[in-house]
Nanobody, 123 residues
Framework: QVQLVESGGGLVQAGASLRLSCAAS??????MGWFRQAPGKEREFVTA???????SVKDSVKGRFTISRDNAKNTVYLQMNNLKPEDTAVYYC???????????????????WGQGTQVTVSS
């Protein structure tokens, strides 16, 4: 059974940092990434990383968010620094088993999803 389990969300003040983790079980994935969904908005791509280290990043989080992965642990991490109130959302881990040179940014490109973890940034 394939599972993606996120952890690390919480309530922080603007300017603070959080680190999210997503542990995959049941199979390995070539690409793992993060999406987020704010209330009343569509789920949007944040960042993703391939097995070989290729990265795609949403422009608005460049320089603040860093994705990394530990292939031996089948785990992906999202380090979020200088958080802003507009980063408030449920963050979802997503995974794609297919090989790709550049990690995709579309929801339809990811076959597996975690249950989500809430990140709330107060001003």
């Amino acid at each position: 059974q394939v599972q993606l389990v996120e952890s690390g969300g919480g309530l922080v003040q603007a300017g603070a940092s959080l680190r999210l983790s997503c542990a995959a079980s049941g199979r390995t994935f070539y690409v793992m990434g993060w999406f987020r969904q704010a209330p009343g908005k569509e789920r949007e791509f944040v960042t993703a990383i391939s097995w070989s280290g290729g990265v795609s990043v949403k422009d608005s989080v460049k320089g603040r968010f860093t994705i990394s992965r530990d292939n031996a642990k089948n785990t992906v991490y999202l380090q979020m620094n200088n958080l802003k109130p507009e980063d408030t959302a449920v963050y979802y881990c997503a995974a794609d088993p297919s090989y790709t040179v550049v990690p995709g940014t579309g929801r339809y490109e990811y076959d597996y999803w975690g249950q989500g973890t809430q990140v709330t940034v107060s001003s």
